[in-house]
């Protein structure tokens, strides 16, 4: 009997990653292609240019494609994971009214406006793509919390005319909802000579971008907490019902039909403050990489790792990229000494991302009445041994990381091998497709200065600190 094949999309904020996979959740071909840089404008203004998440996922699709060969025939299915929170504006032939609506622009915060003749239909990234890929007019419900009008209850759109208007999004213009599992519909001849994908197979639902994560990185279990590190870092545990009035996370529909994720507050641009970092420092950190054949992570991780824990005091708050209801957060990064250079800085950045999401994770948890036994980390910066052992020493519990740490690709293609009927549970499916790399456990005297610098210090920083940003604000920007 010849093998079968799944096809996994990943669409990112900074690149769309396509991943085959066998049914044992091995990769057997892959390709990516980074976004084009996004365009700002005042106002908070962030939008993809041109038609960037469709190009780039023709040219991952055709690298993956080339890689994989000559057995198109024996893929059975494509799972569609893309980011979330973006808004797409649609003309009545499905093309784009204008640039997709990135997530960190301040218009998905609020309710859409009518302000274009031209749209008729208001989606998600994934609704965009599946009429890209299919030609259909349909979206993975599960993409869909925030400004939209969604019943939770039913994973449909709301019928209530009030929480429609509330939203001023009528029902025709939003595309027919699809859960995940389910077929969006099936590759298009236009969509399969511009990606490579075989004309005729099913594109599958998902959910949202860091649910389906959740799922391939192995979040089964109600006691396990999984941290996903991404330009948002987000953590989140599961659940069996939309919570109600929660203070420290909110509910949003899992990638398993049914159930539900409970996610904690996160760190707007988290990694990308790294590759800030790292961009900031220049040729001096590029030379010395490439004189010992390693990349610029490597060699900061490598030389971060001979820092003390606590990196001798200095602390970094990651505000890099305020809410809008918060405009006066900035970054900061206090306790400097002269001896501080740049890998105390660095290790502090990696310190402040653990504090930062064990402290989410407690507050989530706390209120769920939720005790966890092991954390799963997922995303690139899951590769550096140092931030492993961060976060075991912070979480004080195993942490555990994924042969694939890429995971959206791997939740995306277990919700083909489900829906498709491959495996029959969803329990079944992450057992077969998901295999854990390594595990890092917490090292006792790491964990005990952790705990004090956190809890005594960590946690009320900002009361400090944002007293003295909200004046600086005030008289740089008195209009506000």
Same mark, same amino acid.
């Given at each position: 009997?010849?093998?079968?094949?799944?096809?996994?999309?990943?669409?990112?904020?900074?690149?769309?990653?396509?991943?085959?996979?066998?049914?044992?959740?091995?990769?057997?071909?892959?390709?990516?292609?980074? *976004?084009?840089?996004?365009?700002?404008?005042?106002?908070?203004?962030?939008?993809?240019?041109?038609?960037?998440?469709?190009?780039?996922?023709?040219?991952?699709?055709?690298?993956?494609?080339?890689?994989?060969?000559?057995?198109? $025939?024996?893929?059975?299915?494509?799972?569609?994971? +893309?980011?979330?929170?973006?808004?797409?504006?649609?003309?009545?032939? @499905?093309?784009?009214?204008?640039?997709?609506? +990135?997530?960190?622009?301040?218009?998905?915060?609020?309710?859409?406006?009518?302000?274009?003749?031209? =749209?008729?239909?208001?989606?998600?990234?994934?609704?965009?793509?599946?009429?890209?890929?299919?030609?259909?007019?349909?979206?993975?419900?599960?993409?869909?919390?925030?400004?939209?009008?969604?019943?939770? $209850?039913?994973?449909?759109?709301?019928?209530?005319?009030?929480?429609?208007? +509330?939203?001023?999004?009528?029902?025709?213009?939003?595309?027919?909802? =699809?859960?995940?599992?389910?077929?969006?519909?099936?590759?298009?001849?236009?969509?399969?000579?511009?990606?490579?994908?075989?004309?005729?197979?099913?594109?599958?639902?998902?959910?949202?971008?860091?649910?389906?994560?959740?799922?391939?990185?192995?979040?089964?279990?109600?006691?396990?907490?999984? #941290?996903?590190?991404?330009?948002?870092?987000?953590?989140?545990?599961?659940?069996?019902?939309?919570?109600?009035?929660?203070? +420290?996370?909110?509910?949003?529909?899992?990638?398993?039909?049914?159930?539900?994720?409970?996610?904690?507050?996160?760190?707007?641009? @988290?990694?990308?403050?790294?590759?800030?970092?790292?961009?900031?420092?220049?040729?001096?950190?590029?030379?010395?990489?490439?004189?010992?054949?390693?990349?610029?992570?490597?060699?900061?991780?490598?030389?971060?790792?001979? #820092?003390?824990?606590?990196?001798?005091?200095?602390?970094?708050?990651?505000?890099?990229?305020?809410?809008?209801?918060?405009?006066?957060?900035?970054?900061?990064?206090?306790?400097?000494?002269?001896?501080?250079?740049?890998?105390?800085?660095?290790?502090?950045?990696? $310190?402040?991302?653990?504090?930062?999401?064990?402290?989410? #994770?407690?507050?989530?948890?706390?209120?769920?009445?939720?005790?966890?036994?092991?954390?799963? #980390?997922?995303?690139? @910066?899951?590769?550096?041994?140092?931030?492993?052992?961060?976060?075991?020493?912070?979480?004080?519990?195993?942490?555990?990381?994924?042969?694939?740490?890429?995971?959206?690709?791997?939740?995306?293609?277990?919700?083909?091998?489900?829906?498709?009927?491959?495996?029959?549970?969803? $329990?079944?499916?992450?057992?077969?497709?998901?295999?854990?790399?390594?595990?890092?456990?917490?090292?006792?005297?790491?964990?005990?200065?952790?705990?004090? *610098?956190?809890?005594?210090?960590?946690?009320?920083?900002?009361?400090?600190?944002?007293?003295?940003?909200?004046?600086?604000?005030?008289?740089?920007?008195?209009?506000?």
């Amino acid at each position: 009997m010849e093998k079968k094949y799944i096809v996994g999309i990943d669409g990112g904020s900074q690149s769309t990653k396509i991943v085959i996979f066998d049914l044992e959740g091995n990769i057997v071909g892959e390709g990516k292609e980074n *976004l084009r840089p996004m365009h700002l404008a005042e106002g908070v203004v962030v939008e993809h240019p041109g038609d960037d998440l469709w190009d780039s996922l023709c040219v991952a699709a055709k690298k993956a494609m080339d890689q994989f060969g000559v057995r198109k $025939e024996n893929i059975v299915g494509i799972g569609l994971g +893309s980011i979330r929170c973006c808004r797409v504006l649609m003309k009545k032939d @499905g093309s784009l009214a204008q640039p997709i609506i +990135s997530w960190m622009d301040k218009r998905t915060a609020t309710p859409f406006e009518h302000d274009n003749p031209e =749209v008729q239909y208001v989606t998600s990234t994934n609704g965009y793509l599946t009429h890209r890929l299919t030609g259909e007019f349909k979206d993975n419900i599960g993409n869909h919390f925030g400004q939209w009008p969604v019943d939770y $209850e039913t994973w449909d759109w709301s019928t209530d005319e009030d929480v429609l208007k +509330s939203y001023n999004l009528p029902r025709e213009m939003l595309l027919d909802p =699809v859960k995940p599992g389910d077929v969006l519909g099936y590759i298009t001849k236009e969509a399969s000579e511009k990606t490579g994908f075989p004309e005729g197979l099913p594109l599958i639902a998902t959910t949202s971008d860091k649910a389906v994560e959740g799922l391939g990185a192995g979040l089964i279990r109600d006691t396990t907490a999984f #941290v996903s590190l991404g330009t948002y870092i987000s953590s989140m545990v599961t659940g069996t019902a939309m919570p109600e009035d929660a203070t +420290s996370y909110w509910g949003i529909m899992s990638s398993i039909p049914g159930k539900y994720a409970y996610e904690g507050y996160g760190i707007r641009r @988290g990694m990308w403050t790294v590759s800030w970092f790292k961009d900031l420092l220049g040729e001096k950190i590029t030379i010395r990489s490439n004189y010992q054949g390693i990349s610029e992570e490597e060699y900061l991780n490598d030389q971060a790792q001979h #820092v003390p824990a606590g990196s001798d005091g200095l602390m970094t708050v990651l505000d890099w990229l305020a809410n809008p209801w918060e405009p006066y957060k900035r970054g900061v990064m206090i306790g400097f000494n002269a001896h501080h250079d740049y890998r105390y800085m660095y290790r502090s950045i990696l $310190e402040g991302i653990a504090y930062t999401m064990k402290n989410n #994770v407690t507050n989530m948890t706390e209120e769920l009445g939720k005790t966890i036994d092991e954390v799963i #980390v997922t995303g690139g @910066g899951s590769n550096s041994d140092l931030l492993m052992q961060i976060f075991a020493d912070v979480f004080n519990l195993p942490v555990k990381r994924n042969v694939v740490n890429g995971s959206a690709s791997v939740g995306a293609a277990i919700n083909v091998a489900v829906g498709l009927g491959i495996y029959s549970t969803y $329990e079944e499916a992450v057992e077969k497709m998901v295999k854990v790399k390594d595990i890092f456990t917490p090292i006792p005297e790491n964990v005990a200065i952790y705990k004090r *610098l956190n809890e005594e210090v960590y946690q009320g920083l900002t009361m400090h600190t944002d007293k003295v940003l909200e004046k600086t604000f005030a008289i740089l920007h008195p209009e506000q």
